[in-house]
């Protein structure tokens, strides 16, 4: 099974400032999607990351607010922009092998906004 | 568009007693539905899973059912242990978009 390093585990940022996540899988996946998971509630997809091209965001996210990067098969970045409070939640990454079409997720970020 | 929808929690039952929690869903075409479990300060673990129509999924003692004639797939284990205590996510996924739907989650308290 595909085996996902997200990176940074938590952290603590002012608001303002950006944070970067990255998303390293140990085989080439087909898919990688970014989620957030705000306090006490499900997840919910931000955007698709395709490799070589432009994120696929759902309703309510915007490039310019979670820029996303997928330079190859088995890496991802997710930036959260000019952070507020509101930010504060677990953002996670979620893969799909090209193997056996299942699906991973890592163990998230959880990121607090103060 | 697709929706999960899954019973409010928290949930709290005495250890050994029976669990079930609901999960009913709205999709087009034939979604396969799982159930992910997320312990306290870690990220989110398969449960189970099924493809398709009457398949059941099942795990560490839990079971669920694809019923499509009613939409559902509810989460049922016979015994549970406090060790069980967690936030259970109904999710759907259709053979489209490849990303999963999540329900809101059910907290899950078992008590000794």
């Known amino acids: 099974s595909a085996v996902i390093s997200q990176k940074p585990s938590r952290d603590i940022c002012q608001r303002g400032t950006s944070l970067t996540i990255q998303c390293q899988v140990d085989s080439q996946v087909t898919m990688m999607f970014w989620y957030r998971q705000q306090p006490g509630q499900s997840l919910t997809l931000i955007a698709t990351a395709n490799q070589g091209s432009e994120a696929t965001y759902e309703s309510g996210f915007v490039i310019d607010k979670f820029p996303i990067s997928r330079p190859n098969l088995t890496f991802s970045t997710l930036t959260v922009s000019n952070m507020s409070p509101e930010d504060s939640s677990i953002y996670l990454c979620?893969?799909?092998?090209?193997?056996?079409?299942?699906?991973?997720f890592g163990q998230g970020t959880r990121l607090t906004v103060v | 568009g697709n929706s999960v929808t899954q019973m409010e929690g928290p949930v709290t039952l005495s250890e050994e007693a029976f669990l079930t929690i609901n999960c009913t869903y709205t999709?087009?075409?034939?979604?396969?539905l799982f159930w992910y479990v997320q312990y306290p300060g870690e990220g989110l673990q398969l449960l189970l899973k099924?493809?398709?129509?009457?398949d059941k999924g099942s795990n560490k003692g839990f079971e669920a059912t694809y019923r499509k004639e009613t939409t559902s797939f509810h989460l049922e284990k016979g015994s549970v242990q406090v060790s069980d205590s967690a936030v259970y996510f109904c999710?759907?996924?259709?053979?489209?978009?490849?990303?999963?739907?999540f329900g809101p989650g059910t907290r899950l308290s078992v008590l000794p």
């Open positions: 999710a759907l996924r259709d053979n489209y978009g490849q990303n999963f739907v």
């Open positions: 999709a087009t075409g034939y979604p396969s």
């Open positions: 979620s893969v799909e092998e090209i193997q056996t079409t299942k699906a991973f």
């Open positions: 099924a493809t398709k129509a009457d």
